[in-house]
Protein backbone atom coordinates (compact mmCIF):
# COMPACT_ATOMS: atom_id res chain seq x y z
CA UNK A 1 0.00 0.00 0.00
CA UNK A 2 1.30 3.70 -0.36
CA UNK A 3 2.34 6.10 2.16
CA UNK A 4 -0.33 7.29 4.67
CA UNK A 5 -2.70 5.14 6.92
CA UNK A 6 -5.71 3.03 6.35
CA UNK A 7 -8.84 4.51 6.93
CA UNK A 8 -12.02 2.80 8.74
CA UNK A 9 -14.52 0.58 6.89
CA UNK A 10 -16.79 3.36 8.09
CA UNK A 11 -15.49 6.25 6.54
CA UNK A 12 -14.80 3.92 3.31
CA UNK A 13 -18.32 2.84 3.20
CA UNK A 14 -19.80 6.66 3.64
CA UNK A 15 -17.57 9.17 1.49
CA UNK A 16 -18.63 9.62 -2.04
CA UNK A 17 -15.77 9.21 -4.28
CA UNK A 18 -14.59 12.17 -6.55
CA UNK A 19 -14.05 11.30 -10.30
CA UNK A 20 -10.96 10.28 -11.27
CA UNK A 21 -8.56 12.39 -12.25
CA UNK A 22 -6.66 11.80 -15.98
CA UNK A 23 -3.46 10.41 -15.02
CA UNK A 24 -0.31 12.97 -15.32
CA UNK A 25 2.78 12.60 -18.09
CA UNK A 26 5.38 11.02 -16.66
CA UNK A 27 9.03 10.04 -17.17
CA UNK A 28 9.75 6.91 -18.39
CA UNK A 29 9.91 4.27 -16.11
CA UNK A 30 7.48 5.48 -13.80
CA UNK A 31 3.73 4.38 -13.34
CA UNK A 32 1.01 6.50 -11.85
CA UNK A 33 -1.21 4.64 -9.77
CA UNK A 34 -4.50 5.73 -8.56
CA UNK A 35 -5.16 5.51 -4.48
CA UNK A 36 -8.98 5.80 -3.86
CA UNK A 37 -8.87 5.75 -0.24
CA UNK A 38 -6.72 9.33 -0.45
CA UNK A 39 -8.43 10.14 -3.76
CA UNK A 40 -4.61 10.61 -5.30
CA UNK A 41 -2.37 9.42 -7.39
CA UNK A 42 1.13 8.47 -6.32
CA UNK A 43 4.26 7.46 -8.54
CA UNK A 44 5.81 4.13 -8.79
CA UNK A 45 9.40 3.98 -10.07
CA UNK A 46 9.15 0.44 -11.66
CA UNK A 47 12.86 -0.34 -11.97
CA UNK A 48 13.56 0.10 -8.19
CA UNK A 49 10.21 -0.31 -7.00
CA UNK A 50 10.31 3.38 -5.18
CA UNK A 51 7.15 5.04 -4.65
CA UNK A 52 6.21 8.81 -3.80
CA UNK A 53 3.17 11.01 -3.40
CA UNK A 54 5.44 13.96 -4.53
CA UNK A 55 4.96 15.42 -8.44
CA UNK A 56 8.42 16.90 -7.58
CA UNK A 57 10.34 14.26 -6.55
CA UNK A 58 9.43 12.31 -9.35
CA UNK A 59 10.77 15.02 -11.88
CA UNK A 60 13.81 15.69 -9.88
CA UNK A 61 15.05 11.80 -9.39
CA UNK A 62 14.23 11.49 -13.56
CA UNK A 63 16.14 14.23 -14.33
CA UNK A 64 19.29 12.91 -12.13
CA UNK A 65 18.91 9.50 -13.67
CA UNK A 66 18.91 11.39 -17.28
CA UNK A 67 22.65 13.42 -16.05
CA UNK A 68 23.65 9.73 -14.92
CA UNK A 69 22.52 8.14 -18.30
CA UNK A 70 24.36 11.30 -20.45
CA UNK A 71 27.05 11.35 -17.82
CA UNK A 72 27.75 7.22 -18.68
CA UNK A 73 26.84 7.84 -22.11
CA UNK A 74 29.97 10.08 -22.25
CA UNK A 75 32.50 7.63 -20.61
CA UNK A 76 31.52 5.06 -23.42
CA UNK A 77 31.72 7.28 -26.31
CA UNK A 78 35.25 8.15 -24.82
CA UNK A 79 36.33 4.78 -24.00
CA UNK A 80 35.57 3.34 -27.76
CA UNK A 81 36.32 6.67 -29.76
CA UNK A 82 39.84 6.36 -29.20
CA UNK A 83 42.56 7.06 -31.74
CA UNK A 84 44.43 4.42 -33.55
CA UNK A 85 47.70 4.78 -35.54
CA UNK A 86 47.58 1.14 -37.09
CA UNK A 87 44.75 -1.59 -39.05
CA UNK A 88 46.16 -3.93 -35.57
CA UNK A 89 45.42 -1.56 -33.30
CA UNK A 90 41.96 -0.15 -34.73
CA UNK A 91 40.68 -3.88 -34.84
CA UNK A 92 41.96 -4.21 -31.35
CA UNK A 93 39.31 -1.36 -30.54
CA UNK A 94 36.70 -3.76 -32.03
CA UNK A 95 37.77 -6.87 -30.15
CA UNK A 96 37.71 -5.14 -26.98
CA UNK A 97 34.14 -3.74 -27.67
CA UNK A 98 32.73 -7.04 -28.65
CA UNK A 99 34.36 -9.27 -25.83
CA UNK A 100 32.45 -5.95 -23.15
CA UNK A 101 28.80 -6.40 -24.69
CA UNK A 102 26.14 -8.04 -22.32
CA UNK A 103 25.26 -11.66 -23.18
CA UNK A 104 21.95 -12.95 -22.27
CA UNK A 105 20.49 -16.59 -20.93
CA UNK A 106 22.20 -18.43 -24.19
CA UNK A 107 24.88 -16.26 -24.37
CA UNK A 108 23.98 -14.02 -27.39
CA UNK A 109 25.27 -10.65 -27.28
CA UNK A 110 23.72 -7.94 -26.94
CA UNK A 111 22.90 -5.48 -30.21
CA UNK A 112 21.48 -2.27 -29.12
CA UNK A 113 21.35 -0.45 -25.40
CA UNK A 114 23.73 1.59 -22.83
CA UNK A 115 27.09 1.80 -24.17
CA UNK A 116 26.29 1.11 -28.02
CA UNK A 117 28.38 3.64 -30.27
CA UNK A 118 27.33 6.31 -32.32
CA UNK A 119 28.21 6.46 -36.09
CA UNK A 120 30.60 9.54 -36.01
CA UNK A 121 29.71 13.61 -36.28
CA UNK A 122 27.71 13.86 -38.76
CA UNK A 123 24.48 14.88 -36.74
CA UNK A 124 21.15 13.37 -36.54
CA UNK A 125 22.34 10.64 -39.26
CA UNK A 126 24.76 9.32 -36.50
CA UNK A 127 22.97 9.21 -33.49
CA UNK A 128 22.15 5.30 -34.00
CA UNK A 129 22.29 4.38 -30.06
CA UNK A 130 18.97 3.01 -29.43
CA UNK A 131 17.75 2.85 -25.47
CA UNK A 132 17.33 -0.69 -24.28
CA UNK A 133 14.76 -1.80 -24.48
CA UNK A 134 13.99 -0.37 -27.59
CA UNK A 135 10.24 -0.67 -27.47
CA UNK A 136 8.36 0.16 -24.52
CA UNK A 137 5.64 -2.79 -25.31
CA UNK A 138 8.16 -5.50 -25.87
CA UNK A 139 10.21 -6.24 -22.31
CA UNK A 140 14.56 -6.84 -22.51
CA UNK A 141 16.71 -5.37 -24.82
CA UNK A 142 17.92 -6.85 -28.56
CA UNK A 143 20.04 -9.90 -29.72
CA UNK A 144 19.74 -10.63 -32.99
CA UNK A 145 20.53 -13.37 -34.97
CA UNK A 146 22.12 -11.19 -37.92
CA UNK A 147 24.28 -9.08 -35.59
CA UNK A 148 25.53 -12.37 -33.40
CA UNK A 149 26.32 -14.44 -37.22
CA UNK A 150 28.41 -11.13 -38.12
CA UNK A 151 30.16 -11.17 -34.77
CA UNK A 152 30.93 -15.14 -34.93
CA UNK A 153 32.78 -14.42 -38.60
CA UNK A 154 34.89 -11.52 -37.31
CA UNK A 155 36.31 -12.98 -34.67
CA UNK A 156 36.79 -16.28 -36.43
CA UNK A 157 38.88 -14.10 -39.02
CA UNK A 158 40.54 -12.19 -35.91
CA UNK A 159 41.78 -15.56 -34.78
CA UNK A 160 39.49 -15.31 -31.78
CA UNK A 161 37.90 -18.72 -32.26
CA UNK A 162 36.85 -19.36 -28.28
CA UNK A 163 34.94 -16.18 -28.44
CA UNK A 164 32.97 -16.95 -32.24
CA UNK A 165 32.92 -20.73 -30.85
CA UNK A 166 30.46 -19.46 -27.82
CA UNK A 167 27.87 -17.75 -30.20
CA UNK A 168 28.07 -20.51 -32.86
CA UNK A 169 27.36 -22.90 -29.24
CA UNK A 170 24.77 -20.34 -28.78
CA UNK A 171 22.84 -20.06 -31.99
CA UNK A 172 23.27 -24.23 -32.35
CA UNK A 173 20.96 -24.92 -28.97
CA UNK A 174 18.95 -22.80 -30.58
CA UNK A 175 18.53 -24.38 -33.90
CA UNK A 176 18.64 -27.90 -32.53
CA UNK A 177 15.78 -28.30 -30.26
CA UNK A 178 15.96 -30.84 -27.21
CA UNK A 179 12.65 -32.41 -27.35
CA UNK A 180 9.83 -32.06 -30.21
CA UNK A 181 7.11 -32.25 -27.78
CA UNK A 182 4.81 -28.86 -28.62
CA UNK A 183 6.85 -28.19 -31.53
CA UNK A 184 4.84 -27.20 -35.07
CA UNK A 185 5.13 -29.81 -37.76
CA UNK A 186 5.72 -26.88 -39.77
CA UNK A 187 8.41 -25.82 -38.15
CA UNK A 188 10.49 -29.06 -38.15
CA UNK A 189 12.95 -29.74 -40.58
CA UNK A 190 15.24 -32.59 -40.54
CA UNK A 191 18.47 -31.45 -42.48
CA UNK A 192 21.42 -34.01 -43.72
CA UNK A 193 22.66 -34.65 -41.26
CA UNK A 194 19.48 -36.73 -39.82
CA UNK A 195 18.78 -34.32 -37.07
CA UNK A 196 15.72 -32.23 -36.89
CA UNK A 197 16.05 -28.08 -37.64
CA UNK A 198 13.99 -25.13 -36.07
CA UNK A 199 15.10 -22.13 -37.74
CA UNK A 200 16.07 -19.23 -35.54
CA UNK A 201 13.89 -15.89 -34.66
CA UNK A 202 15.22 -12.68 -35.87
CA UNK A 203 16.42 -11.39 -32.26
CA UNK A 204 16.46 -13.34 -28.68
CA UNK A 205 15.67 -11.09 -25.24
CA UNK A 206 17.11 -11.11 -21.73
CA UNK A 207 14.51 -11.55 -20.04
CA UNK A 208 14.75 -15.18 -20.34
CA UNK A 209 16.42 -18.21 -22.06
CA UNK A 210 15.01 -18.74 -25.27
CA UNK A 211 14.23 -22.48 -26.15
CA UNK A 212 14.51 -23.65 -29.86
CA UNK A 213 11.81 -24.08 -31.63
CA UNK A 214 9.62 -21.53 -29.88
CA UNK A 215 8.80 -18.23 -31.13
CA UNK A 216 6.24 -16.89 -28.74
CA UNK A 217 8.13 -16.82 -25.25
CA UNK A 218 9.68 -14.12 -22.73
CA UNK A 219 13.27 -14.82 -24.39
CA UNK A 220 12.25 -13.72 -27.89
CA UNK A 221 12.18 -9.97 -28.69
CA UNK A 222 10.92 -10.79 -32.51
CA UNK A 223 9.81 -14.11 -33.19
CA UNK A 224 9.86 -13.67 -37.13
CA UNK A 225 12.24 -16.02 -38.99
CA UNK A 226 13.32 -14.47 -41.90
CA UNK A 227 15.49 -16.33 -44.62
CA UNK A 228 18.66 -13.51 -44.74
CA UNK A 229 19.43 -13.81 -40.87
CA UNK A 230 19.58 -17.88 -41.06
CA UNK A 231 21.58 -17.45 -44.42
CA UNK A 232 24.03 -15.08 -42.07
CA UNK A 233 23.86 -17.88 -39.18
CA UNK A 234 24.83 -20.61 -42.29
CA UNK A 235 28.10 -18.89 -43.46
CA UNK A 236 29.48 -17.86 -39.58
CA UNK A 237 29.12 -21.87 -39.01
CA UNK A 238 31.22 -22.21 -42.69
CA UNK A 239 33.58 -19.61 -41.80
CA UNK A 240 34.39 -21.27 -38.36
CA UNK A 241 34.41 -25.11 -40.12
CA UNK A 242 36.90 -23.57 -42.59
CA UNK A 243 39.27 -22.08 -40.33
CA UNK A 244 39.17 -24.88 -37.63
CA UNK A 245 38.38 -27.72 -40.20
CA UNK A 246 35.73 -28.37 -37.63
CA UNK A 247 33.25 -30.85 -39.61
CA UNK A 248 30.26 -30.40 -36.86
CA UNK A 249 30.50 -26.72 -37.70
CA UNK A 250 30.22 -27.54 -41.27
CA UNK A 251 27.07 -30.06 -40.53
CA UNK A 252 25.37 -27.41 -38.83
CA UNK A 253 25.39 -24.99 -41.94
CA UNK A 254 24.69 -27.46 -44.03
CA UNK A 255 21.70 -28.21 -41.99
CA UNK A 256 20.51 -24.40 -42.02
CA UNK A 257 20.21 -24.30 -45.82
CA UNK A 258 18.67 -27.79 -46.22
CA UNK A 259 15.91 -25.90 -43.43
CA UNK A 260 15.90 -22.72 -45.68
CA UNK A 261 15.38 -24.60 -48.80
CA UNK A 262 12.79 -26.72 -47.56
CA UNK A 263 10.76 -23.84 -46.16
CA UNK A 264 11.76 -21.09 -48.15
CA UNK A 265 12.60 -23.03 -52.17
CA UNK A 266 9.15 -24.04 -53.37
CA UNK A 267 8.06 -20.94 -55.35
CA UNK A 268 8.42 -22.82 -58.82
CA UNK A 269 8.46 -19.93 -60.98
CA UNK A 270 10.16 -18.17 -63.58
CA UNK A 271 11.52 -15.93 -61.07
CA UNK A 272 12.72 -18.66 -59.24
CA UNK A 273 14.37 -17.59 -55.55
CA UNK A 274 13.42 -18.48 -51.86
CA UNK A 275 11.14 -16.61 -49.78
CA UNK A 276 12.59 -13.52 -47.29
CA UNK A 277 9.93 -14.82 -44.66
CA UNK A 278 8.73 -18.53 -43.21
CA UNK A 279 6.79 -19.77 -40.79
CA UNK A 280 5.29 -19.01 -37.65
CA UNK A 281 4.79 -15.68 -39.57
CA UNK A 282 5.12 -16.56 -43.11
CA UNK A 283 4.71 -13.88 -46.25
CA UNK A 284 4.78 -13.94 -49.80
CA UNK A 285 7.51 -11.53 -50.87
CA UNK A 286 11.63 -12.65 -52.31
CA UNK A 287 14.05 -10.52 -51.17
CA UNK A 288 17.03 -9.45 -53.56
CA UNK A 289 19.17 -9.22 -50.29
CA UNK A 290 17.79 -12.33 -48.48
CA UNK A 291 18.60 -14.37 -52.21
CA UNK A 292 22.36 -13.23 -52.31
CA UNK A 293 22.37 -14.26 -48.74
CA UNK A 294 21.71 -18.04 -49.84
CA UNK A 295 23.45 -17.51 -53.11
CA UNK A 296 26.87 -16.80 -50.67
CA UNK A 297 26.20 -19.77 -48.33
CA UNK A 298 25.13 -22.32 -51.25
CA UNK A 299 28.01 -21.53 -52.71
CA UNK A 300 30.66 -22.00 -50.27
CA UNK A 301 29.00 -25.32 -49.38
CA UNK A 302 28.67 -26.45 -52.61
CA UNK A 303 25.02 -26.52 -53.24
CA UNK A 304 24.73 -25.38 -57.02
CA UNK A 305 20.93 -26.34 -57.18
CA UNK A 306 19.99 -23.67 -54.53
CA UNK A 307 22.87 -21.46 -55.81
CA UNK A 308 21.35 -21.27 -58.85
CA UNK A 309 17.80 -20.65 -58.03
CA UNK A 310 19.27 -17.75 -56.04
CA UNK A 311 21.30 -16.50 -58.71
CA UNK A 312 18.35 -16.69 -61.29
CA UNK A 313 15.87 -14.42 -58.91
CA UNK A 314 18.73 -11.77 -58.38
CA UNK A 315 19.49 -11.91 -62.28
CA UNK A 316 15.63 -11.17 -62.32
CA UNK A 317 15.42 -8.51 -60.34
CA UNK A 318 17.36 -5.97 -62.35
CA UNK A 319 15.61 -3.44 -63.99
CA UNK A 320 12.25 -5.13 -62.77
CA UNK A 321 11.53 -1.21 -60.80
CA UNK A 322 11.12 1.17 -63.77
CA UNK A 323 11.66 3.76 -61.26
CA UNK A 324 15.37 2.95 -61.30
CA UNK A 325 15.76 0.29 -64.34
CA UNK A 326 19.81 0.60 -64.17
CA UNK A 327 19.70 -1.12 -60.94
CA UNK A 328 18.20 -4.27 -58.94
CA UNK A 329 15.03 -4.21 -57.15
CA UNK A 330 14.29 -4.66 -53.54
CA UNK A 331 12.31 -7.93 -54.55
CA UNK A 332 8.77 -8.76 -54.96
CA UNK A 333 5.80 -7.52 -53.18
CA UNK A 334 3.68 -9.14 -50.44
CA UNK A 335 0.54 -9.66 -51.97
CA UNK A 336 -1.69 -11.92 -49.98
CA UNK A 337 -3.21 -13.92 -52.56
CA UNK A 338 0.11 -15.89 -54.07
CA UNK A 339 2.48 -17.91 -51.79
CA UNK A 340 5.10 -16.69 -53.67
CA UNK A 341 4.28 -13.40 -54.64
CA UNK A 342 5.06 -11.85 -58.35
CA UNK A 343 4.01 -8.02 -57.90
CA UNK A 344 6.85 -5.61 -57.59
CA UNK A 345 7.23 -2.73 -54.91
CA UNK A 346 8.37 0.85 -56.46
CA UNK A 347 10.18 1.85 -53.76
CA UNK A 348 13.88 3.23 -53.46
CA UNK A 349 16.71 0.98 -54.75
CA UNK A 350 18.61 -0.77 -51.38
CA UNK A 351 21.84 -0.35 -51.04
CA UNK A 352 22.68 -3.74 -49.73
CA UNK A 353 20.90 -5.20 -52.98
CA UNK A 354 23.97 -3.53 -55.02
CA UNK A 355 27.28 -3.91 -52.52
CA UNK A 356 26.05 -7.58 -51.16
CA UNK A 357 25.90 -8.96 -55.00
CA UNK A 358 29.46 -7.04 -55.60
CA UNK A 359 30.42 -9.19 -52.68
CA UNK A 360 29.14 -12.29 -53.65
CA UNK A 361 28.82 -12.37 -57.40
CA UNK A 362 25.62 -13.75 -57.16
CA UNK A 363 24.77 -11.67 -60.61
CA UNK A 364 28.46 -11.71 -62.07
CA UNK A 365 27.42 -9.31 -64.65
CA UNK A 366 29.90 -6.20 -64.89
CA UNK A 367 27.78 -4.00 -66.75
CA UNK A 368 24.97 -4.31 -64.39
CA UNK A 369 27.38 -4.02 -61.70
CA UNK A 370 28.85 -0.98 -62.72
CA UNK A 371 25.37 0.50 -63.70
CA UNK A 372 23.44 -0.52 -60.50
Request: net charge negative; proline share 6%.
Amino acid sequence: APMGTRTTLALATTTTEAPQPAAPALPEGWKAVWDPLHQAYYFWETTTDFTTWSMSEVTDKAKQEEEKAEAKRKQEEVKWNKPCKTQEECLKIVDEYLSSQPRQGNLLLRTYGPGSLDGGDCGELCEMTEPCPTDPLIPGCRYDTYDNSMAAIYLTKRGLVEQAKTILHSLAELLYPKSLDGIDAKLQHVGPSGKTVTLLAAAYSDVSKAKAGNYESDGIYDGAVDTGNNAWAALAFAHFAAATSSPCHASVARDILSALDSAAGNCGDALSGLRGRLEPYPRNYRSTEHNIDVFAVATVLGDKVVSQRAHDFVHSMFGRNHAYNKSYSMGTGDAEEEKCSQSQPFGPVPADCTYWNLLADADPDRDRMAAA
